[in-house]
């Protein structure tokens, strides 16, 4: 694995986390450095840091409080 994607693993917890419980992913990325965009793909499916799931967290979260307050009237 070239060097550059050893840095970026391991400045990115998540990264680290994902590779750790996935050690396939090491041999892939020695085998093939271009592989890394869906190294970081899957990673974003795993722990939902895609900017959709984000929203839908805020979404969920405004119902809840919807919820609370017309339980509250």
Same mark, same amino acid.
């Given at each position: 694995? /070239?060097?550059?994607? =050893?840095?970026?693993? #391991?400045? /990115?917890? /998540?990264? =680290? #986390?994902?590779?750790? $419980? /996935? ?16 190294? $970081? ?15 839908? #967290? ?7 409080? =919807? ?7």
């Amino acid at each position: 694995m /070239n060097i550059d994607l =050893q840095f970026k693993i #391991k400045n /990115n917890p /998540n990264y =680290q #986390k994902y590779i750790r $419980e /996935n050690s396939y992913w090491y041999k892939i990325l020695n085998r093939n450095p271009l592989m890394f965009r869906e190294f $970081e793909e899957e990673v974003k499916d795993k722990y939902h840091l895609r900017a959709t799931d984000r929203i839908s #967290k805020a979404l969920d979260a405004l119902e809840l409080i =919807q919820n609370v307050v017309s339980t509250l009237k």
